[in-house]
């Protein structure tokens, strides 16, 4: 990434070019980032390529205002982060789900080293999650906006757990990996019936009072900071998209179709 590109992206965030790669100043692009590039897997459901490669992702999340699933947010951030002086580390993981962990390359996350060599856990692709980086030697309860989390060994393999209020969410390997190495996961979220993000679409961002916002197929439902929720269904397309418009900034010609799940490859 270029510093033109680097500027672009803290433009889309809102964001000014930080001094320093400081804890303090990646606490405030995570954040940013978090309120302004949703998570989404709209792509699946138009039948766009997912490309796993820089400069694609640079073209969707800065140059189309777009989102994406962990792969492509997190794989976006952590180039910014490199750009901006941060070590950066992508991070493999494995969802926990009802009874075993998701498949290897499941999820995507970023060990980030500041300036001043402290660590941590940054994820900006997992929906509904920390506001804040996790300390990532930190073995005790961080609390956060997105609640109360804790990173604990898991095993002998070195991975570790993150939990949140009391449930694991995802498994970590600690071997630092390269983006192309995440494209058998994507391909797998992708095309497989099994994955749930090819059973319906989703798009969520936090909201600048603290809440989060999320239209899951024509649901739209935007829960306060206060814990206060609302929830409607969205009966006309013409709803659907201003509802994409309005609150992700995401212009759409069309309604993503849940049918388009698996017809276009992930590359990288």
Not at 4 to 28: K, M, S
Not at 36 to 53: A, C, D, K, M, Y
Not at 54 to 70: Q, S
Not at 187 to 211: A, K, L, N, Y
């Amino acid at each position: 990434m270029d510093s033109a590109q680097a500027d672009a992206y803290l433009r889309r965030i809102g964001a000014e070019r930080p001094a320093r790669p400081t804890a303090d100043t990646l606490r405030e692009l995570h954040l940013r980032h978090l309120r302004s590039v949703p998570f989404e897997n709209l792509s699946i459901h138009l039948g766009e390529e997912i490309v796993l490669e820089e400069e694609r992702l640079l073209e969707k999340v800065v140059g189309a205002g777009r989102g994406g699933f962990c792969y492509e947010v997190n794989g976006a951030f952590g180039a910014l982060l490199g750009a901006l002086g941060y070590e950066v580390a992508l991070l493999a993981g494995r969802v926990f789900g009802e009874d075993r962990l998701g498949v290897p390359y499941d999820h995507m996350a970023l060990r980030v080293r500041a300036v001043d060599g402290s660590e941590w856990l940054a994820d900006v692709g997992f929906g509904a999650h920390s506001h804040f980086p996790l300390a990532f030697g930190e073995r005790e309860e961080q609390k956060d906006p997105g609640g109360v989390f804790r990173i604990v060994e898991a095993g002998e393999a070195g991975d570790l757990d993150v939990v949140r209020d009391g449930s694991p969410e995802y498994r970590l390997e600690v071997r630092p990996r390269e983006l192309r190495d995440f494209v058998a996961g994507a391909w797998w979220h992708r095309t497989s019936p099994e994955s749930h993000f090819t059973r319906s679409s989703v798009c969520s961002r936090v909201t600048e009072d603290g809440g989060r916002v999320t239209l899951s197929g024509r649901r739209l439902k935007v829960t306060r900071a206060d814990g206060a929720v609302e929830e409607r269904e969205l009966a006309r397309d013409a709803e659907v998209l201003a509802a994409y418009r309005e609150w992700f900034g995401i212009v759409l010609d069309r309604v993503p179709d849940v049918r388009e799940a698996g017809r276009q490859d992930v590359a990288g």
